[in-house]
């Protein structure tokens, strides 16, 4: 809880001066003060795109000049101006924590807050007496959970404490678990409008609580932990702090870094948790490998009918302590898919999660190569691995949230990927050992049904045809939002049979939305193969082997699902 004071109120000692120049803000410089990232493409029931943050969180801002010196604020309810600086978002004046020429820490107002700021402006303004910065553009997220840490860096040991069965609390740390079946307290900032919440400025109620509007969900180790909170809300006594009390499950991984998120309509960045049965010193379990080669022709077209087309191979060998092989999706004909969400928000360097070297890893298939497959930063919405499925309805992709990681890629000439027998084969390196791995890709399809730049009525049956496939493959069918991706969100998916030709999408109970949310999506189209024919091989260096799958996707740009 120290450090999350000193991050909350920037103890900062000394006096600094700055030029009397207009206050900049930095690009990318309105951040959650827990994570010190924002969320971009939020969640919501309205396509958004950009930074957005959530009312009551306590955010920071960084740039220069944006202060004339170092002062935190002394009194309660939080001053509206320090050392003569002042914080507008979309024109209500922001209670403000610390301020310093390069950093403020404030509060996001409530929808309720009506004080007058310094800028009618849309977005964040600072003040001074040189002037105002220009806008900075921010949109409100339901929520925009950062967990604190003990560091104040955002990426590393939760701000967790344990709760031991007497009501005694001590932090989380290696030295001091938490067992599996315990409770603990996690303290972020970012959940969005509680019940009861105070006015902005002033510290939650602790008689009665400022309880959460939205309901979170842990997750451990990128999976989920109980489906529903002991508690969440405005910590008592703080202002802008979140809490959030919890039952470990009896399951959880342990270890000494087991990552740890909050979920909600968005994820948080993942900070980390010492877990051990019986509490005390932590270790961590042995690390497992596993490899994963994916195939894929993706073809986009647009709404005024542009078609570009990508073909890639991509080769992830992945680490990392306690790791358990992917489960295999089971598709069911008419059946749906679950609800998907692609990470996007900022991710963490997590100890003990690494990519393995395989040496050189070279490609070939009918037409080109071989050629090698260079490596390249794994990028954060890159949904490589298995899913994590928790809560029924929706699936989180692990390996997004964790920095630092990489995969080989090669890019291949424009139909290259095509029904045949394609090869990878790897030299062999530091930590896996020489393999080769053929697949035999199935045909593609070709969508026959008018999509791109279309109308959809959301609430009547909707029935897309295709030509092609081959009839071991399965064809899924799903909205994404926002459109032109990277997706955060993807609705359920519909799922048919390639050798089907067709899919009748019906929502006979005129409940919207039948794909998600309603507006303009792109409109995705997969082809992949029967999980049960996917080819696996191993290498030394894989404890958990690896497979090798295709897909062909075909996104349908500007499609409108309305009433």
């Given at each position: 809880m120290v450090a999350l004071k000193r991050a909350l109120v920037g103890l900062l000692a000394g006096?600094?001066?700055?030029?009397?120049?207009?206050?900049?803000?930095?690009?990318?410089?309105?951040?959650?003060?827990?994570?010190?990232?924002?969320?971009?493409?939020?969640?919501?029931?309205?396509a958004l795109s950009g930074p957005a943050l959530a009312p009551g969180s306590i955010a920071s801002i960084f740039g220069m000049n944006l202060a004339t010196s170092r002062q935190t604020a002394a009194t309660v309810p939080l001053p509206r101006q320090l050392?003569?600086?002042?914080?507008?978002?979309?024109?209500?004046?922001?209670?403000?924590?610390?301020?310093?020429?390069?950093?403020?820490?404030?509060?996001?107002?409530?929808?309720?807050?009506?004080?007058?700021?310094i800028s009618t402006a849309p977005g964040v303004v600072v003040g001074t007496a040189a002037g105002l910065s220009d806008p900075y553009a921010l949109q409100s997220a339901a929520d925009a959970n950062g967990v604190f840490t003990r560091n104040g860096?955002?990426?590393?040991?939760?701000?967790?404490?344990?709760?031991?069965?007497?009501?005694?609390?001590?932090?989380n740390s290696p030295a001091?678990?938490?067992?599996?079946?315990d409770f603990i307290s996690i303290y972020g900032t970012g959940a969005g409008i509680a019940f009861n919440a105070p006015p902005d400025g002033v510290p939650a109620p602790s008689q009665p609580l400022a309880t959460a509007s939205t309901v979170p969900v842990p997750l451990y180790d990128f999976a989920a932990g109980s489906s529903s909170p002991y508690w969440a809300g405005r910590a008592p006594g703080l202002i802008g702090v979140d809490q959030f009390n919890f039952v470990l499950p009896s399951t959880v991984r342990e270890?000494?870094?087991?990552?740890?998120?909050?979920l909600a309509e968005n994820i948080s960045q993942p900070a980390t948790i010492s877990i051990a049965r019986g509490g005390g010193p932590c270790v961590d379990p042995p690390q497992a490998g596993f490899g994963q080669i994916i195939w894929e022709e993706t073809v986009t077209t647009s709404a005024t009918s542009m078609v570009t087309e990508s073909d890639t191979v991509t080769g992830s060998f992945q680490a990392s302590p306690g790791r358990k092989p992917p489960v295999p999706p089971v598709y069911t004909k008419g059946g749906q898919t679950?609800?998907?969400?692609?990470?996007?928000?900022?991710?963490?360097?997590?100890?003990?999660?690494?990519?393995?070297?395989?040496?050189?890893?070279?490609?070939?298939?009918?037409?080109?190569?071989?050629?090698?497959?260079?490596?390249?930063?794994?990028?954060?919405?890159?949904?490589?691995?298995?899913?994590?499925?928790?809560?029924?309805?929706?699936?989180?992709?692990?390996t997004a949230q964790v920095s630092g990681l990489t995969v080989y890629q090669a890019v291949l000439p424009s139909g290259a990927i095509n029904a045949g027998s394609f090869t990878v084969a790897a030299s062999g390196g530091a930590d896996v050992g020489a393999f080769q791995s053929t697949v035999q890709i199935g045909s593609?399809?070709?969508?026959?049904?008018?999509?791109?730049?279309?109308?959809?009525?959301?609430?009547?049956?909707?029935?897309?045809?295709?030509?092609?496939?081959?009839?071991?493959?399965w064809v899924i069918v799903t909205a994404a939002d926002p459109p032109g991706g990277p997706y955060m969100y993807y609705?359920?998916?519909?799922?048919?049979?390639?050798?089907?030709?067709?899919?009748?999408?019906?929502?006979?109970?005129g409940l919207p939305p039948t794909f998600g949310a309603l507006g303009l999506v792109d409109m995705v189209v997969q082809v992949i193969p029967d999980p049960s024919k996917v080819p696996v091989f191993s290498a030394p260096g894989l404890s958990l082997g690896g497979q090798s799958l295709w897909r062909y996707t075909y996104i349908f740009q500007g499609v409108t699902l309305q009433d």
């Open positions: 006096t600094i001066t700055a030029w009397p120049q207009k206050p900049a803000i930095s690009p990318g410089g309105v951040v959650n003060a827990a994570s010190f990232t924002a969320v971009t493409n939020p969640a919501t029931t309205t050392a003569g600086t002042s914080v507008s978002v979309d024109g209500i004046a922001a209670p403000l924590f610390y301020v310093s020429p390069t950093q403020i820490n404030f509060q996001i107002p409530s929808p309720l807050d009506t004080t007058p700021g860096s955002g990426c590393s040991q939760a701000d967790v404490l344990n709760v031991d069965a007497d009501g005694s609390v001590s932090p001091n678990s938490a067992s599996p079946g270890g000494c870094a087991v990552p740890l998120q909050i679950p609800i998907a969400r692609i990470y996007v928000g900022g991710a963490c360097p997590v100890p003990g999660y690494r990519s393995l070297g395989a040496g050189t890893l070279t490609v070939k298939g009918p037409g080109f190569g071989p050629a090698d497959a260079p490596v390249v930063p794994l990028q954060s919405y890159t949904e490589l691995d298995s899913p994590a499925v928790f809560n029924g309805p929706v699936t989180v992709y692990p593609p399809i070709k969508v026959t049904t008018p999509l791109a730049g279309s109308v959809i009525q959301a609430g009547a049956p909707f029935t897309l045809t295709w030509t092609g496939g081959d009839p071991n493959s609705a359920n998916g519909f799922v048919a049979r390639a050798s089907d030709g067709s899919l009748t999408i019906d929502n006979p109970t």
